[in-house]
C-alpha cells in the first residue's frame, strides 16, 4: 500500500462474535461456525503419484487470488511490530455485515498465506470464532478498536467427522482478522503488535 495514503486501524459494523470463518451471530453476542477459517490450506502439495505440482506463474497466482473471494470487498491488512516495522501484510476480504460475518470463510476451499478475512464490528466486545466444517485451519487474530493485537489462537482443521462446532476460540476485540495457519508464527507477529488497514466511510 502507498505510504502515502491514509490508514486507519479501525471500522464499525454491527456483530457480535464470529466463528472461524463463518459467524453466526445472534443477540448473545456469540458467532457460530465457520468452514474454516482456520485459514487455510496452504503450503506445497504434490500429485498423487508424489511427484510435485508445477508452480504457477506470478499472473496465474495473483489471479486466483483475486477470485478466491469474488464479490467482497478486500484492503490490505499489515501487522506492524513496537517499533514501527511490517511484520507481514495480507489482502483480506472484509466481512462487515451479519450475512458476510456468518458466511466467513466457511465456502472457502483453500486460502493461499497472502490472503485473509478481515471481521468488522461496531465496537470492542467478548466474541468466540468456531471451526465449523472448515477444511482447512487458520490463525484467528483477536484486535481492539485501535487494531492492537489482544489474542491469537491456532485453530487447526477439524479432524475426520469432525464438523468444528467444538472447537471455540475466544476473545475480546472490534476486529477479527483470520488468516492462513500459523501465519502468526510465520511472522512473529504476537500480542500487543498492530493490525493497519484502511476502511471505506
Same mark, same amino acid.
Given at each position: 500500500?502507498?505510504?502515502?495514503?491514509?490508514?486507519?486501524?479501525?471500522?464499525?459494523?454491527?456483530?457480535?462474535?464470529?466463528?472461524?470463518?463463518?459467524?453466526?451471530?445472534?443477540?448473545?453476542? #456469540?458467532?457460530?461456525?465457520?468452514?474454516?477459517?482456520?485459514? #487455510?490450506?496452504?503450503?506445497?502439495?504434490?500429485?498423487?503419484?508424489?511427484?510435485?505440482?508445477?508452480?504457477?506463474?506470478?499472473?496465474?497466482?495473483?489471479?486466483?487470488?483475486?477470485?478466491?473471494?469474488?464479490?467482497?470487498?478486500?484492503?490490505?491488512?499489515?501487522?506492524?511490530?513496537?517499533?514501527?516495522?511490517?511484520?507481514?501484510?495480507?489482502?483480506?476480504?472484509?466481512?462487515?455485515?451479519?450475512?458476510?460475518?456468518?458466511? @466467513?470463510?466457511?465456502?472457502?476451499?483453500?486460502?493461499?498465506?497472502?490472503? @485473509?478475512?478481515?471481521?468488522?464490528?461496531?465496537?470492542?466486545?467478548?466474541?468466540?470464532?468456531?471451526?465449523?466444517?472448515?477444511?482447512?485451519?487458520?490463525?484467528?487474530?483477536?484486535?481492539?478498536?485501535?487494531?492492537?493485537?489482544?489474542?491469537?489462537?491456532?485453530?487447526?482443521?477439524?479432524?475426520?467427522?469432525?464438523?468444528?462446532?467444538?472447537?471455540?476460540?475466544? @476473545?475480546?476485540?472490534?476486529?477479527?482478522? #483470520?488468516?492462513?495457519?500459523?501465519?502468526?508464527?510465520?511472522?512473529?507477529?504476537?500480542?500487543?503488535?498492530?493490525?493497519?488497514?484502511?476502511?471505506?466511510?
Amino acid at each position: 500500500m502507498d505510504d502515502d495514503v491514509p490508514r486507519r486501524r479501525v471500522l464499525g459494523a454491527a456483530g457480535a462474535v464470529a466463528v472461524a470463518g463463518c459467524l453466526d451471530a445472534d443477540d448473545s453476542g #456469540e458467532t457460530a461456525g465457520s468452514r474454516d477459517t482456520g485459514d #487455510e490450506r496452504a503450503g506445497d502439495e504434490e500429485d498423487s503419484d508424489g511427484a510435485e505440482t508445477t508452480e504457477p506463474s506470478p499472473n496465474e497466482s495473483n489471479d486466483a487470488a483475486e477470485t478466491i473471494h469474488e464479490g467482497y470487498e478486500t484492503t490490505t491488512v499489515r501487522a506492524v511490530g513496537a517499533d514501527g516495522d511490517e511484520l507481514g501484510r495480507v489482502t483480506a476480504a472484509i466481512a462487515d455485515t451479519d450475512d458476510l460475518r456468518y458466511l @466467513g470463510l466457511s465456502d472457502t476451499d483453500e486460502l493461499p498465506p497472502d490472503r @485473509g478475512m478481515l471481521f468488522v464490528f461496531g465496537a470492542v466486545a467478548e466474541r468466540s470464532f468456531v471451526m465449523r466444517e472448515m477444511d482447512f485451519g487458520i490463525d484467528i487474530v483477536y484486535a481492539d478498536a485501535d487494531g492492537t493485537i489482544t489474542g491469537i489462537h491456532h485453530a487447526p482443521a477439524p479432524g475426520p467427522d469432525e464438523n468444528g462446532n467444538d472447537q471455540h476460540y475466544p @476473545g475480546r476485540g472490534q476486529y477479527v482478522l #483470520e488468516v492462513a495457519y500459523e501465519w502468526t508464527s510465520d511472522h512473529g507477529v504476537s500480542e500487543g503488535d498492530v493490525l493497519e488497514f484502511a476502511l471505506e466511510e
